[in-house]
């Protein structure tokens, strides 16, 4: 990971979500589709419905929530970036990190996903993604490469 393992950052994103997925082994269809955010809302589901507290599945909300924004970077042509200190969508995310889609506009899959904890369904990440402001058809996706962004201009 480019970034320290406590830090977040837009660099270690992605390898967070790798590691979430190795991690749950390949007993879950993780494949980073828009479809397997129905099994990501399962699985907040089974998290909510076992009972426990946030700070308790903080780890597993971060790892999916990570893999959330990683769909959005696969299917939806956004890119990760790190909110500089001060930044006012910093204090209201309150994480470090974000997704910008094609369109300019700045997304929280972290906070969607503490909120999907935390509401319910009525938070469905499947419907987050669906429902986006800025997403790039899947036409027009095709054969189009990643592109490395940072809005601070310094390394984690």
């Not at 997925?21 to 076992?50: A, C, F, K, N, T």
């Not at 990760?80 to 994480?95: A, K, Y």
């Amino acid at each position: 990971m480019d970034c320290e393992s406590l830090v977040l950052c837009a660099a270690g994103m992605e390898e967070r979500a790798a590691e979430f997925v190795e991690r749950v082994g390949g007993r879950l269809p993780l494949d980073y589709s828009v479809g397997s955010l129905r099994v990501v809302d399962r699985i907040v589901d089974g998290l909510r419905q076992g009972g426990a507290g946030r700070e308790s599945v903080a780890g597993a909300l971060l790892g999916l929530g990570a893999y959330v924004g990683e769909v959005l970077v696969r299917e939806a042509g956004a890119v990760w970036v790190d909110l500089p200190d001060g930044h006012l969508l910093r204090s209201v995310f309150e994480h470090p990190v974000a997704v910008r889609m094609p369109d300019g506009r700045v997304w929280n899959p972290l906070g969607r996903t503490v909120n999907r904890f935390e509401i319910g369904p009525k938070e469905s990440l499947h419907l987050y993604f669906l429902t986006l402001h800025g997403r790039r058809s899947a036409r027009s996706r095709r054969g189009l490469p990643r592109v490395p962004d940072t809005v601070s201009g310094k390394a984690c």
